[in-house]
């Protein structure tokens, strides 16, 4: 054999050992590819479980529309990001060369999705701690101002008391309400107006008993009276549910 045809043999099997080099890197790729995107999209599904429970329980009690449409859409961005992952190693229009990128690209989207994730985690859980503190402080209030306003009062100083209680309750009642919305759109002013609402609802209490202890010692009814426990043991309601 002459020593050209032998160069020739040389250079194809040179070639050829670096198109299978080239071929299993390219596969290597491939694979890390979809390794280091399947961690970072069970990232997202595993946040999305630690707040399924509490997300559950708000939805149960009537779920604000942009909380619902905000967890709906990023459930609908991970499936899509999922489809995506599986698609890219068969996606022709991607080069081989550029697979492991495409990946990577998927992958810094993934954990864009995670840190959108974790804010809407923060908002849910700080939602649903107000609405528990304040549910049955603000269920309290409602007995003490009906039955306030039940009294046959002909006192004008006694009726002023009671009118001007009730109006700060309902004021209250408005806060409480500003406050679960701005926990989802404003998280640190809904915090502070959240810790405010139940400060009032406490003092509002507080108030609304001494008074309703006034109103009774007035009309010669007694402090422990059937229609006092009764509303003494009952507990109940949502922060949304006036």
């Not at 995670?114 to 701690?129: D, K």
């Not at 309400?177 to 009032?200: E, F, I, P, R, W």
Request: contains cysteine.
């Amino acid at each position: 054999m002459s020593g050209g045809r032998i160069l020739i043999i040389m250079f194809l099997g040179l070639g050829l050992l670096i198109w299978l080099a080239l071929d299993e890197g390219e596969d290597a790729d491939i694979q890390r590819g979809l390794e280091e995107s399947a961690v970072a999209l069970d990232a997202v599904t595993a946040e999305l479980a630690s707040f399924d429970d509490i997300y559950q329980q708000l939805s149960r009690r009537g779920l604000m529309l942009r909380l619902k449409t905000e967890h709906d859409g990023l459930r609908a961005e991970l499936a899509a990001l999922r489809a995506r992952r599986l698609h890219i190693p068969d996606d022709e229009s991607i080069p081989r060369p550029r697979k492991l990128r495409a990946f990577r690209e998927l992958r810094d989207e993934t954990q864009q999705l995670l840190a959108l994730t974790s804010s809407l985690a923060v908002r849910v859980s700080a939602r649903h701690e107000f609405i528990t503190l304040s549910s049955p402080l603000l269920n309290r209030c409602r007995e003490l101002r009906d039955r306030l306003l039940a009294y046959p009062l002909e006192n004008d100083e006694l009726t002023t008391r009671v009118s001007s209680l009730a109006g700060y309750f309902a004021e209250l009642e408005g806060y409480a309400k500003q406050a679960d919305s701005l926990l989802h759109s404003n998280l640190q002013q809904g915090q502070v107006m959240g810790q405010t609402t139940l400060n009032g609802l406490n003092n509002c209490i507080t108030e609304m008993t001494e008074l309703d202890t006034t109103v009774r010692e007035h009309l010669g009814l007694p402090a422990d009276s059937p229609e006092r426990v009764a509303a003494d043991d009952t507990v109940g309601g949502t922060a949304d549910d006036s």
